[in-house]
């Protein structure tokens, strides 16, 4: 078969599971708020909604229909990216306009964090090599770097910082930095850099990505076609990045997820407006239309995701076509 | 012999396991001369494997080589592998100092790196898994007519590869080069194999149980693959088994191995005749595969 | 060398474990009133003999509300664990031993459970219904299944090819048997203990997350780990043992767990 006609099967067969996973997962979410006790309008809006307001919501979320049908509505507003308006958050506003920017942030907030955490953990790979008595003594504290939840991580990084800078620098005559005593959302970047720190800590993901990262290291390099590509005189260098990347690509699929619930976190101890704040913010004073439609980014993301990494795969590993196509 | 291509002399080559030390290569000995094919017969854990992966410094595990010479000569000057190693080997025989251990590779692989190819090279068992599993057979072994003639233009790169597949008997070369190693058989891995170590066009050939896990038939085509190649006697071979009949068939010299041990020397044609007395072991090797003493030429 | 670290930490992680477990079984018959427990003179005190690990703001004792909030997420955890694995060893097992139609649904159900996103659709569940913890650690279990599925799958898959499966299969053995004697029970039991240690840690983990995040789970005055992290919130620059001592325990449990089941399932990996 035709290389490229193998890979854009693949990719058309991997997109129309893609779909079948969006549809049932909406269909997840969409029976979790029909589970909802005693009249579900009433349970999902704050107090003091006025009628008119919950027919509407009950209209447009299919709530007056049987749950198959009214998904089916619901399901057919929400593909042209219609989740409703916001109630509380930003009332009256549609859904989108407020949390399509907010995910945005997120995305680039879950992304670059995850990136650099794939990034470091090559270099840690490289620089830490075979599993030797040194790393024995490490895998203890290892242990305990993945254990520590980002917001634990959070918390003691900026009491960390309070800190210091309460001991240090404000005594030393410096002005106080814009983040302190909690970085706040401004212009500045810094917010940003030290979310991704935590994050980058937090929840186990560095140590984790650097363990796949390292024993896909260590397997290759004890491969018998790498000792068989040492014989011939060719560089190896070519032959391990390449064989590295399905693991690399499969990992920053897997530990999306993960990422991006510990930006929602995050985003929260640093009062960044991402789409995690937004999400917490709106759960909170039960904005409804919000939470779902930011449940269903989430979940589009995920899935696009790991779609995109198959597809990636496919191009880098001829036997996944064969195995697929 | 004053043509020796390969000279190794009292190397031993130890490993720590979790029940002690082992020696695996306890003080082997061997020359080979240039043009000259030379088997190396064993029992797995004889320690054949590992005397020759040592030549190409491939020896993977702690503490690996721990004393001993070896001398390769490419023609115009000789290779003292083990020379200019000695003060971090000492370190590594004295106990678990493992730091040095990766430093101790890279010194090798920076020392071997200008003979791997050129001078010798190596073709392994379980072909499937010498191939780089994501470039196609074709890449590969471009990779391998650069190594030899690294000026040579794309066009012409390709028609040499194209060359080696006929020559290793490839039934449809374009197709094979176009291939992945999973679309082909392992009988067929393994001649791509023989191609891309031969298109490094080595003095040295190293082929370490190149028939194992092929099917008799197979097996048969390889050896007799092997016997074609190297009838113009441009290139010395190392060739390792635990298969009597294919050492007698292919190889000048035999060399029997057990225990980490050279039991005995003797030229293919003697063991053949049964001229001259045999080690113990090496007369039931002779009389389990039909071949006993006195028989004649029964490969 | 390697052997014997294996072995100090598969000690150390196991007493930690064996210490919240006990703790988490004998929190309930100790008798404690946060209410009666408030002393507002002796506040945010650093640890003593009377107050081991310090009071809070309230002067409510530390030490006694951590052993306390054990509670908290001992049962639910235990639930979750039991839950999670149950089911994942047997959609594993089914997608791994059997072929055809039956085992595509499952892989199918399995993926569609593993693309939600496992925060953010708790806290959606939180929304819409009563956020008890007892629903949070149900929640959490069943979006753990693929995961234990998967582990589970692999090496059913790996053990399927086994000669001496395969010899039980041509003895006449039942699937069935083969299936949960020879394979779960005999072979994937510290790879059960490893996967029921992961979400019992994750359960741990989303209650004191969700109570940082967003007041769920167990409400004040009543204890739990994740609401006395939660009060660093006001407490920044004030006072860090109400809040320090529960994040070191959060950390210090989540990681013995993890290490435990680790250690466990390596160690039978290298036995065999």
Same mark, same amino acid.
């Not at chain 1, 993901?205 to 005189?233: H, P, S």
């Given at each position: 078969?035709?290389?490229?006609?193998?890979?854009? &099967?693949?990719?058309?067969?991997?997109?129309?599971?893609?779909?079948?996973?969006?549809?049932?997962?909406?269909?997840?979410?969409?029976?979790?708020?029909?589970?909802?006790?005693?009249?579900?309008?009433?349970?999902?809006?704050?107090?003091?909604?006025?009628?008119?307001?919950?027919?509407?919501?009950?209209?447009?979320?299919?709530?007056?229909?049987?749950?198959?049908?009214?998904?089916?509505?619901?399901?057919?507003?929400?593909?042209?990216?219609?989740?409703?308006?916001?109630?509380?958050?930003?009332?009256?506003?549609?859904?989108?306009?407020?949390?399509?920017?907010?995910?945005?942030?997120?995305?680039?907030?879950?992304?670059?964090?995850?990136?650099?955490?794939?990034?470091?953990?090559?270099?840690?790979?490289?620089?830490?090599?075979?599993?030797?008595?040194?790393?024995?003594?490490?895998?203890?504290?290892?242990?305990?770097?993945?254990?520590?939840?980002?917001?634990?991580?959070?918390?003691?990084?900026?009491?960390?910082?309070?800190?210091?800078?309460?001991?240090?620098?404000?005594?030393?005559?410096?002005?106080?930095?814009?983040?302190?005593?909690?970085?706040?959302?401004?212009?500045?970047?810094?917010?940003?850099?030290?979310?991704?720190?935590?994050?980058?800590?937090?929840?186990?993901?560095?140590?984790?990505?650097?363990?796949?990262?390292?024993?896909?290291?260590?397997?290759?390099?004890?491969?018998?076609?790498?000792?068989?590509?040492?014989?011939?005189?060719?560089?190896?260098?070519?032959?391990?990045?390449?064989? &590295?990347?399905?693991?690399?690509?499969?990992?920053?699929?897997?530990?999306?997820?993960?990422?991006?619930?510990?930006?929602?976190?995050?985003?929260?101890?640093?009062?960044?407006?991402?789409?995690?704040?937004? &999400?917490?913010?709106?759960?909170?004073?039960?904005?409804?239309?919000?939470?779902?439609?930011?449940?269903?980014?989430?979940?589009?993301?995920?899935?696009?995701?790991?779609?995109?990494?198959?597809?990636?795969?496919?191009?880098?590993?001829?036997?996944?076509?064969?195995?697929?196509? | 012999?004053?043509?020796?291509?390969?000279?190794?002399?009292?190397?031993?080559?130890?490993?720590?396991?979790?029940?002690?030390?082992?020696?695996?290569?306890?003080?082997?000995?061997?020359?080979?001369?240039?043009?000259?094919?030379?088997?190396?017969?064993?029992?797995?854990?004889?320690?054949?494997?590992?005397?020759?992966?040592?030549?190409?410094?491939?020896?993977?595990?702690?503490?690996?080589?721990?004393?001993? /010479?070896?001398?390769?000569?490419?023609?115009?000057?000789?290779?003292?592998?083990? /020379?200019?190693?000695?003060?971090?080997?000492?370190?590594?025989?004295?106990?678990?100092?493992?730091?040095?251990?990766?430093?101790?590779?890279?010194?090798?692989?920076?020392?071997?790196?200008?003979?791997?190819?050129?001078?010798?090279?190596?073709?392994?068992?379980?072909?499937?898994?010498?191939?780089?599993?994501?470039?196609?057979?074709?890449?590969?072994?471009?990779?391998?007519?650069?190594?030899? /003639?690294?000026?040579?233009?794309?066009?012409?790169?390709?028609?040499?590869?194209?060359?080696?597949?006929?020559?290793?008997?490839?039934?449809?070369?374009?197709?094979?080069?176009?291939?992945?190693?999973?679309?082909?058989?392992?009988?067929?891995?393994?001649?791509?194999?023989?191609?891309?170590?031969?298109?490094?066009?080595?003095?040295?050939?190293?082929?370490?149980?190149?028939?194992?896990?092929?099917?008799?038939?197979?097996?048969?085509?390889?050896?007799?693959?092997?016997?074609?190649?190297?009838?113009?006697?441009?290139?010395?071979?190392?060739?390792?088994?635990?298969?009597?009949?294919?050492?007698?068939?292919?190889?000048?010299?035999?060399?029997?191995?057990?225990?980490?041990?050279?039991?005995?020397?003797?030229?293919? *044609?003697?063991?053949?005749?049964?001229?001259?007395?045999?080690?113990?072991?090496?007369?039931?090797?002779?009389?389990?595969?039909?071949? *006993?003493?006195?028989?004649?030429?029964?490969? | 060398?390697?052997?014997?670290?294996?072995?100090?930490?598969?000690?150390?992680?196991?007493?930690?474990?064996?210490?919240?477990?006990?703790?988490?079984?004998?929190?309930?018959?100790?008798?404690?009133?946060?209410?009666?427990?408030?002393?507002?003179?002796?506040?945010?005190?650093?640890?003593?003999?009377?107050?081991?690990?310090?009071?809070?703001?309230?002067?409510?004792?530390?030490?006694?509300?951590?052993?306390?909030?054990?509670?908290?997420?001992?049962?639910?955890?235990?639930?979750?664990?039991?839950?999670?694995?149950?089911?994942?060893?047997?959609?594993?097992?089914?997608?791994?031993?059997?072929?055809?139609?039956?085992?595509?649904?499952?892989?199918?159900?399995?993926?569609?459970?593993?693309?939600?996103?496992?925060?953010?659709?708790?806290?959606?569940?939180?929304?819409?219904?009563?956020?008890?913890?007892?629903?949070?650690?149900?929640?959490?279990?069943?979006?753990?299944?693929?995961?234990?599925?998967?582990?589970?799958?692999?090496?059913?898959?790996?053990?399927?090819?086994?000669?001496?499966?395969?010899?039980?299969?041509?003895?006449?053995?039942?699937?069935?048997?083969?299936?949960?004697?020879?394979?779960?029970? &005999?072979?994937?039991?510290?790879?059960?203990?490893?996967?029921?240690?992961?979400?019992?840690?994750?359960?741990?983990?989303?209650?004191?997350?969700?109570?940082?995040?967003?007041?769920?789970?167990?409400?004040?005055?009543?204890?739990?780990?994740?609401?006395?992290?939660?009060?660093?919130?006001?407490?920044?620059?004030?006072?860090?043992?109400?809040?320090?001592?529960?994040?070191?325990?959060?950390?210090?449990?989540?990681?013995?767990?993890?290490?435990?089941?680790?250690?466990?399932?390596?160690? *039978?990996?290298?036995?065999?």
């Amino acid at each position: 078969m035709n290389r490229v006609t193998g890979l854009l &099967l693949v990719a058309l067969r991997r997109a129309a599971a893609g779909l079948l996973l969006l549809v049932g997962a909406s269909f997840i979410i969409y029976v979790t708020i029909r589970s909802a006790p005693g009249d579900a309008v009433d349970a999902i809006t704050p107090m003091g909604t006025p009628d008119d307001l919950k027919q509407k919501l009950a209209a447009e979320f299919g709530l007056d229909r049987d749950p198959l049908s009214g998904y089916v509505t619901w399901l057919g507003r929400s593909a042209t990216g219609d989740f409703g308006e916001s109630l509380v958050v930003a009332a009256g506003e549609p859904v989108m306009a407020v949390a399509g920017p907010a995910f945005v942030k997120t995305l680039a907030l879950a992304g670059v964090s995850l990136l650099a955490a794939g990034l470091l953990a090559l270099l840690g790979a490289m620089l830490l090599g075979d599993p030797s008595a040194r790393q024995q003594w490490l895998t203890g504290p290892l242990y305990f770097g993945t254990a520590a939840p980002s917001y634990v991580v959070a918390v003691l990084f900026t009491q960390g910082m309070n800190w210091f800078v309460h001991a240090f620098v404000e005594q030393g005559g410096y002005e106080t930095p814009v983040w302190y005593p909690i970085p706040i959302a401004s212009d500045s970047a810094m917010p940003y850099v030290f979310a991704g720190l935590v994050l980058l800590a937090g929840d186990g993901l560095y140590m984790d990505y650097l363990n796949t990262v390292r024993a896909e290291l260590n397997a290759l390099r004890n491969a018998q076609f790498i000792a068989a590509v040492r014989a011939k005189g060719a560089g190896v260098v070519r032959h391990i990045a390449r064989n &590295l990347v399905v693991p690399f690509v499969s990992a920053f699929a897997s530990r999306l997820p993960i990422v991006l619930g510990g930006a929602v976190i995050v985003e929260y101890v640093f009062t960044l407006e991402g789409a995690g704040y937004l &999400l917490l913010e709106a759960a909170r004073e039960r904005d409804f239309p919000v939470v779902v439609g930011l449940s269903v980014l989430f979940t589009v993301t995920i899935i696009a995701v790991g779609l995109l990494a198959d597809v990636v795969r496919a191009i880098v590993d001829p036997r996944e076509v064969a195995r697929g196509g | 012999m004053s043509a020796n291509l390969l000279e190794i002399r009292d190397l031993v080559i130890e490993f720590d396991t979790p029940t002690g030390r082992r020696r695996v290569v306890d003080g082997v000995t061997l020359e080979l001369a240039e043009g000259e094919v030379l088997g190396i017969l064993g029992e797995s854990g004889s320690g054949k494997t590992m005397t020759t992966l040592s030549v190409l410094g491939l020896v993977a595990g702690r503490p690996g080589i721990v004393g001993g /010479e070896i001398r390769l000569h490419d023609g115009t000057s000789t290779h003292a592998l083990l /020379e200019a190693l000695p003060t971090v080997l000492r370190r590594r025989d004295d106990g678990p100092v493992r730091k040095d251990d990766r430093r101790w590779q890279r010194l090798v692989h920076r020392r071997m790196r200008p003979l791997w190819g050129r001078v010798a090279t190596a073709v392994f068992q379980n072909p499937r898994q010498s191939l780089d599993p994501l470039m196609s057979i074709g890449e590969q072994l471009t990779e391998s007519v650069r190594v030899a /003639e690294p000026t040579l233009a794309k066009t012409e790169v390709r028609r040499r590869a194209l060359e080696w597949l006929e020559r290793v008997h490839m039934n449809d070369p374009a197709r094979v080069f176009a291939s992945y190693p999973h679309e082909l058989s392992g009988g067929m891995c393994q001649r791509a194999m023989i191609a891309i170590a031969l298109a490094c066009q080595p003095r040295l050939l190293i082929a370490d149980e190149p028939t194992t896990g092929l099917d008799s038939t197979v097996r048969a085509e390889i050896v007799a693959l092997f016997r074609e190649l190297m009838a113009d006697r441009r290139r010395s071979m190392l060739y390792i088994s635990h298969d009597i009949r294919e050492v007698l068939h292919l190889a000048d010299r035999v060399i029997v191995m057990r225990h980490g041990r050279v039991l005995e020397t003797a030229s293919s *044609a003697a063991l053949r005749d049964g001229i001259g007395t045999r080690a113990e072991y090496t007369a039931s090797l002779l009389a389990a595969s039909g071949l *006993a003493v006195g028989q004649g030429d029964a490969a | 060398m390697g052997a014997s670290t294996g072995r100090l930490g598969l000690w150390v992680s196991g007493c930690i474990v064996a210490l919240v477990i006990l703790a988490g079984l004998a929190a309930p018959m100790i008798p404690y009133d946060p209410v009666a427990d408030v002393n507002l003179d002796g506040a945010l005190a650093p640890p003593s003999g009377d107050h081991l690990f310090g009071t809070d703001a309230q002067g409510r004792d530390v030490a006694m509300r951590l052993l306390k909030g054990t509670e908290a997420f001992f049962l639910p955890g235990l639930m979750a664990a039991a839950l999670a694995t149950l089911f994942g060893a047997v959609a594993g097992a089914v997608a791994g031993y059997f072929q055809g139609p039956i085992r595509s649904a499952v892989l199918g159900v399995l993926q569609l459970l593993d693309t939600l996103p496992r925060l953010v659709f708790i806290i959606l569940v939180c929304t819409i219904l009563n956020p008890s913890i007892l629903l949070i650690a149900f929640v959490a279990a069943i979006l753990f299944i693929p995961a234990n599925a998967t582990v589970i799958r692999r090496k059913v898959e790996a053990l399927a090819s086994e000669d001496y499966i395969l010899a039980h299969v041509a003895h006449g053995f039942r699937p069935a048997r083969i299936l949960v004697y020879h394979i779960l029970w &005999l072979q994937c039991r510290p790879l059960l203990i490893r996967q029921a240690m992961y979400v019992f840690g994750y359960v741990l983990f989303v209650e004191t997350a969700l109570a940082y995040l967003g007041d769920y789970g167990v409400q004040e005055p009543a204890p739990s780990w994740g609401n006395m992290v939660a009060q660093a919130k006001e407490l920044f620059g004030i006072g860090a043992w109400p809040w320090l001592f529960p994040a070191v325990a959060i950390v210090i449990t989540i990681a013995s767990f993890l290490a435990f089941g680790n250690l466990v399932a390596r160690r *039978a990996e290298e036995t065999r």
